[in-house]
């Protein structure tokens, strides 16, 4: 089983699964966005924001990406 590490905590959900799109189109493999437990309803309830996971193998080089992507996309 694969271990995975948090990058980043996005503040909507919307952004965070077009920033998992990105970081796959860059060869990485993040986790899908798991719902909080109720259909429909992720993790931005937890007041962090929406985890963005991948492989701890993979954090080291896909963090920086992450921030350089989410800085973009709210520039």
């Known amino acids: 089983m694969t271990d995975y590490e948090t990058i980043i905590h996005v503040r909507s959900e919307a952004r965070a699964r077009v920033l998992i799109?990105?970081?796959r189109a860059h060869g990485f493999s993040p986790r899908e966005i798991?719902?909080?437990g109720l259909p429909g309803v992720g993790g931005a309830l937890s007041g962090t924001g929406v985890p963005v996971a991948v492989p701890e193998n993979e954090a080291?080089?896909?963090r920086p990406l992450a921030e350089a992507l989410l800085r973009d996309m709210e520039g």
Do not use: F, N, S
Request: glycine share 22%; no cysteine.
């Open 21 to 23: 799109a990105a970081l």
């Open 60 to 62: 080291g080089d896909a």
């Open 34 to 36: 798991a719902d909080g």
